[in-house]
């Protein structure tokens, strides 16, 4: 549940009681728009399609409990207690085991740091590397939940926009070039290749090829955040921007709570040795060690080898609802609004058009109980106001079909609002035939611009990018 600011005239003296101790940074901090919206969509009466949060119905009751009961029995003082910085050398094999399924192989377990989630890594890449005012790149849209990780520790982030082959390389390395005019060299570029949060579209092979080309060339690290793409419906993998890169410059950011549980609140790095040893140091004075009762339980339930049955059942639950929701867009969103179509992970964007607000769009939404995150929670710099982030993975089907439906509703109201005022003539129903075909161009993201796909894509600028 999120925290509110204190309110009332008590509150307002409070406030300026203690507003000399707060640090300068508190004043760019600001909270994630997933954050601000859970104490709201843990009702019992919203269709909450904003989280990220995977169905845990998936894994069955009596494993967990005989899974725990074994660890109770052989390991209790051993999971009670402290551990390593680095992690438990248990959990590594099952960390070395997820990153094998998906192509990479060969990690060395030195190498892996186990870390409090995803999210921490994060955090620690950038207390390890960003001074006030260092430059990070960042895909347009990116991960929310990144955006006030960065504010926090005061980064300039710039923004490369993306299409439907993910994050267009031929448009970073502009961006490089003019940062090396101003004599700006960036501490680091994040990216969420495969499966996109919040966009679900994933880098097509010569870009991951390209950009692991740019990072060596410029000597620039990469942070790749790969939490779904073991979560594939369709298509065929593609290898990690790490595999590519050899662990020279590319940093792999992996996490169990897509894929395993995300209760257990377990992620890792892995690094490079010299960056390895100062997230070693960071992650020291942020919490000591993660939990060896996670990171046991994990490596307990990974020896029983049901990992791949647990993966499966995933992939077809979060498949079907994928399918579910793209039939409810086509349904009741109508040819004013396109969205992407992703072949795995957990999310879409929708575009709607420019005269609709999704933040106040929302504020519309919650009054007929459903939720969804606003676009402007992915960007730095105010874009997104007309997108939106869909979830697919945590309601039934059934509600995936009715939220969409509800929040098709009041986007039609707003459309037909719009031509009233303006006069503009649009259509009065949705229209499912005219959703745009998936990979096609009108797929774009927002504000990104709608480009023609050419030959040789993914080199330098310059060439076919």
């Known amino acids: 549940m999120t925290t ?23 004043k760019v901090m600001k909270s994630s728009a997933m954050r601000d919206l859970m104490a709201v969509i843990a009702r019992d009466d919203i269709i909450s399609l904003a989280g990220g949060a995977p169905d845990m119905t998936v894994f069955p009751a009596e494993v967990m409990a005989k899974v725990m009961s074994q660890l109770a029995a052989e390991q209790s003082a051993r999971a009670l207690q402290y551990g390593p910085t680095e992690g438990l050398e248990d959990v590594k094999e099952a960390i070395i085991e997820v990153m094998a399924a998906e192509g990479t192989i060969g990690v060395d377990p030195q190498d892996i740091l186990v870390t409090t989630g995803g999210q921490q890594v994060i955090d620690l890449f950038c207390r390890t590397l960003i001074d006030p005012g260092d430059v ?25 926009e993306m299409d439907s082959d993910g994050m267009r390389i031929d448009e970073l390395e502009a961006v490089l070039d003019q940062l090396a005019r101003e004599n700006r060299r960036p501490k680091f570029i994040y990216t969420v290749p495969t499966f996109h949060n919040p966009a679900g579209v994933t880098m097509s092979l010569p870009r991951r090829k390209r950009l692991v080309e740019v990072a060596a060339e410029r000597e620039l690290l990469v942070l790749e955040d790969n939490p779904y793409g073991l979560l594939r419906y369709e298509g065929d993998p593609l290898p990690t921007l790490y595999s590519l890169d050899g662990g020279q410059f590319v940093v792999y950011l992996g996490t169990f709570s897509k894929i395993f549980a995300a ?19 960071g992650k020291q004075a942020a919490d000591l060690c993660s939990s060896p009762l996670s990171q046991l339980f994990v490596s307990t339930y990974f020896r029983t ?25 086509a349904e009741f969103f109508g040819p004013e609004a396109v969205w992407t179509h992703p072949q795995g992970g957990l999310f879409l964007w929708a575009t709607l058009p420019d005269f609709i607000d999704t933040t106040d769009l929302l504020a519309r939404a919650l ?11 992915a960007y730095l710099d105010g874009r997104g106001g007309s997108s939106m982030r869909l979830n697919f993975s945590y309601v039934s089907d059934e509600d995936i079909r009715e939220g969409v439906r509800r929040i098709g509703a009041i986007v039609h109201e707003q459309v037909a609002l719009y031509g009233t005022l303006t006069g503009t003539v649009v259509p009065s129903s949705p229209v499912a035939d005219e959703r745009p ?29």
Not at 4 to 26: C, I, K, M, Q
């Open 4 to 26: 509110r600011p204190p309110t009332g005239s008590r509150s307002a003296r409070d406030l300026e009681r203690y507003a000399a101790l707060f640090s300068t940074r508190t």
């Open 367 to 377: 009054e007929e109980n459903v939720a969804f995150v606003p676009g402007r929670g």
């Open 437 to 465: 075909a998936p990979g096609g161009p009108d797929q774009a993201l927002a504000d990104v611009l709608h480009l023609p796909r050419r030959a040789g894509d993914g080199r330098r600028a310059g060439s076919s990018e």
């Open 263 to 281: 209760g257990v609140r377990l992620g890792w790095a892995v690094a490079p040795g010299p960056v390895y040893h100062k997230l070693n140091i």
């Open 305 to 329: 080898g049901e990992w791949p049955q647990l993966l499966s059942a995933f992939k077809e639950r979060y498949h079907r609802r994928r399918d579910v929701m793209l039939d409810a867009l």
């Open 136 to 160: 990070i790149i960042a895909e347009a849209p990116t991960y929310p939940g990144a955006v006030p990780c960065f504010g926090a520790y005061e980064a300039d982030v710039v923004q490369v």
